[in-house]
């Protein structure tokens, strides 16, 4: 009997001692899998990492170990942040934030709201950033003998003074300070210490207090490490700052010290994120991966080796056999010997086809190239051409100068259709041209080529009529552009070749379904016409493209019609002509267009009577061009829109952290940092502002390289001023919207 309770009492005993075993083993295997999510996660590796997070949360949940939980959540929160993925993150912390509470643990609750609060403040959810940081604050009193329980108050200083309560962040700031310098925990490769400096800096110059503002961006700088990667940026900013201030009191020489104390911050800021940019890329792929996949394409290369070899054993056999063969049947020899001479010179014909069909690609890439190159150089110079003339005329000239800038703008409009006349050209015959369908109405288009045209029909004294049939819809469904182009390249013919001459326009219905209307479109002239015998030459040189000329210089059809009949092409139609010499000339062409069902909203507003409310507007516009960056700054402040001008995508990127926008304006090519480049470097900072993007491209060509930017529009220039205004009023619309 003794026996059997001795046997039971150590089977209890070791029982216990097993579970107790196994919670000590889940739980270091609970802390193995986080260790090894953030370790993937330091390497970029996330799926990994989102892998050993999940593992961790379901073996805490397993073992009901609230703690842990907590903690497997801040984890995958981790990776959640790396990735980008804002939703899941925040969720993730807020679970954790209710694990902590629950356990009571107050210590990481703090920590975990602290976090929580700063990341939501980095993406502009200001109301709920400030509420996570005051509980984290709230619970930062009981702590103070840790470094963490200054950061709430470092987090929530600098949010009161993006909301433009600098008392407050003054605060704060010069709490942080205290703290930092008297605590001998506190770590000299942090950045709160410089941070608490230059954000009071930032709060005094904001106030207008640039003596004290002075002071603290000078300690900033004192106590930054250059060795250190957190402090450099602080380096180069702290010094920018300082610039401005010696600008502002005339001090060019301490001005320019401070500018290059920032480049070199700066730039040495550059260095370090290319070589850990690049550490990463290494990480991640792996240079062993890239061995080893070496030495197996060699592995490879060694087995096709020895196939050619044999291979070529088994040529040389089968040669040998053939011989045999053909001493046995001349013949067939002779004939074989005829067929291999023929292939011979087949394959050598094949190759040099080949290699001028490449030839020929290349010219073609190179030319198209070209061609767009030319495009952007022109239309960069016609952009301050036009614009500045559209706003001396808006100044009232004098009559006589009236005319000159009226002259002077109608040769720039001209020379820009010359050039986008060479580039349908251009584009018809590389394939890239398609048809866009979008809402078109045909009365408004007229009326905007009729005024493209209008002062050539002054001068050469001709008279147009318009005819539009009444029972054609106001609105369709389109390639407005290509449209408006085609009626003006004819239009501008008749009007450029006869004077004083009547010149009629009429556009017809022709048939009308349920859903399209076919409609025909003509341009009729009184001039000199074209004779019969030269008919059949205009069109085979519209085929050809090229320029039909006479030597008394009165058939000089020029680049219009051969870019009517590519434009024409691309919409599925055709144009025709009928002339008679000395009584003139009708190109005509026909058209099946969409309806489309409208509301009463979308009526039409003329440009000419629609008002805007840009009132508290603020526009940075980024230009390295700096006559064009004016331009487009007169254009807007006559909407009495506040404005800023940088010519460079570096400093686009500094002022947008110092002053806020409402909305940016940005070229598209600039040296070193191009617009797209520098778009991308703002939405890595979660910066939403809205974005248009103005250049000498074509809209299409522009939207085809952005297509993998988030940009809110794209105006090719040179454009009119209520184009840009129109734009602008969408997109404001929009983000007010969302």
Known sequence: ????????????????????????????????????????TSKQQFNEAIRYSQRALHQSALAQNDSLIAESYCTLGAVYIQMRFKERAIESYNKAIEYFTKKNNEKRLMQVLSKLGFYLFQNNQLEAAEKKLKKGLMLSEKFQADVSSIKPKYYIGQLFLKKGEYEKAKDCFSKVISYCEDNPEYSSSEDMLQGAYYFNGNASFLQGDTDAALDYYKNAIAICDTSHKKHLKLLASANKKLSEIYAKNGDSEAELAALKQHIEAFETDNVKKKDELL???????????YESRLESIEKE?????????????????????????VLLTGIFYLNQRARVRTNALLSGQNKELIEAKKQIENVSKIRTNFFSLISHELRTPLYAIIGMTNLLLLEKPEKFQERYLKSLKFSGEHLLAIINNILQMNKVEASKMKAVEEHIDLRKNVKNVITSVDFLVKENRNHIDIKIDEHIPNILLGDSLKISQILFNLLDNAVRYNREADIRLRIKLVTETAETVHLKFSVKDNGLGIPQQKKHVVFENLAKGIILTEDNGYLDLGLGLTTVNNLLKVLKSKLHLRSVLNKGSEFYFELALKKVEITPMEDDIEFDNKTYNFEGLSVLIVDDNAVNGLLTQKILERQHIQTKVVHSGFSALDIIEQQQFDLILMDMFMPKLNGLETIDKIRENNNNIPIILLTAMEVSDAYAKAVNTNISGVISKPFEPEMLYDKIDDVMNQSSEE
Do not use: C, P, W
């Not at 550490?279 to 991966?289: A, F, L, N």
């Open 1 to 40: 009997m003794t026996a059997i309770r001795v046997f039971l009492l150590l089977f209890v005993v070791a029982t216990a001692m097993h579970g107790q075993t196994n919670r000590v083993l889940t739980k270091d295997s609970i802390i193995q899998l986080q260790a090894a999510a953030k370790k993937m």
């Open 279 to 289: 550490s990463k890329i290494i990480s991640k792929y792996g240079i062993d991966e």
């Open 301 to 325: 290369q060694e087995t096709k080796e020895i196939y050619i070899n044999n291979y070529q054993r088994l040529t040389t056999i089968l040669v040998v056999i053939l011989v045999i063969l």
